[in-house]
Structures are given as C-alpha cells and as structure tokens.
C-alpha cells in the first residue's frame, strides 16, 4: 500500500502527541497507541474466554496475528476513507511502516499486562486510558470504533480540531 517508513518531517523524535497534524500515525508513539494497548487487553479477554486451554504463546501470537490483520485493514483505502469521514480524522492519511510495526508492539504489551494484572485493574485501566484520552484528544477506542462503524454527526463537530 506504498506506506511510508517514516515520518515524512525526518524528525528523529519517537512520538507525536498532535492528532491534528500530518505527524500523527507516523513516529512510534502518539495517543491512539494507547488504544492498541487497550486491543492487547481486549484480546486477551476474547482469547481467555475462546481458547483458554491454549498455551500462553499460542494466545500470544494469535493476538499479534490478529493486530497485524488490523494494522493492514485500518491503513487499507477503504478504512482511511471512512475515517477521514469524521472530523477527528479528517486529515489521516495512513500509519508509517514503524507506527504500524509499534502498534502491533503495543497490543503485545497490552496482552502481556492483561495476562500479569488481575482483571479489576485491567478493567480499571481501560477505562482510565479511555478517559484520559477523551480528556486530551477527544477520542478513545471506543470513540473511534463507533465513528468507523456508525459515525454520529454531533461526535464529529464535538471531536473538530481546535482552533489554532
């Protein structure tokens, strides 16, 4: 899909907190990598409740499996399309080959966390990342996935980008 590697700004710095910019989605790190921390953890619920007998590992790789798939379709035509349809994204041209690489690392390390916490703090962090990032960048994983799915009209002006 002709991604870039990297940020097309050459900036050696790993993270970009600006989701309104032609930066976001294109170093390591920015706010909705959080949101792929909270996949690892949704993953590990869906695997612990569908395939609990496996072997951690098993689990393990069936989560990278699957984020991989996603990180594929969300930077597919299609995907970017219906994102750029909601005003938090209207700008969004795809991740970087490294952003893309790092969310897959992020969904891992939120797999690994939710396979080492009990399950009322994996809980509360959810929701804790999920209003922290409401709180900061008006968005949050399950913001976005209702905006991709089903995009509300008043959540879109309500996530318009600040003035600047």
């Known amino acids: 899909m002709a991604r870039p ?18 930066h976001n989605s294109q170093h390591l ?3 909705y990598s ?15 409740l ?7 590992w098993k689990r393990f790789a069936l989560a990278g499996a699957l984020e991989t798939l996603w990180e594929v379709v969300e930077n ?3 995907v970017i ?3 750029r349809a909601t005003a938090v994204a209207a ?14 690392g992020a969904c891992l390390l939120g797999f690994w966390l ?25 968005d949050s994983l399950i913001l976005s996935s209702v905006q991709l799915v089903y995009p509300v009209a008043a959540l879109s002006a309500w996530q318009a980008p600040p003035p600047r």
């Open 76 to 78: 597919s035509p299609l």
């Open 5 to 22: 590697l990297w940020c097309a700004c050459g900036s050696a710095v790993p993270w970009s907190w600006d989701i309104w910019s032609a």
């Open 81 to 83: 399309e219906r994102y």
């Open 50 to 56: 569908l395939v609990r007998g496996w072997p951690f």
């Open 34 to 48: 959080f949101t792929h921390v909270l996949h690892g953890f949704a993953f590990f619920a869906a695997a612990w």
């Open 114 to 138: 939710a396979s080492r916490l009990p399950w009322r703090a994996t809980a509360a962090a959810f929701v804790a990342v999920e209003l922290a990032l409401v709180a900061s960048v008006r």
């Open 91 to 104: 700008g969004y041209f795809g991740d970087s080959l490294l952003n893309s690489a790092s969310d897959v």
């Open 29 to 31: 790190w920015d706010p």
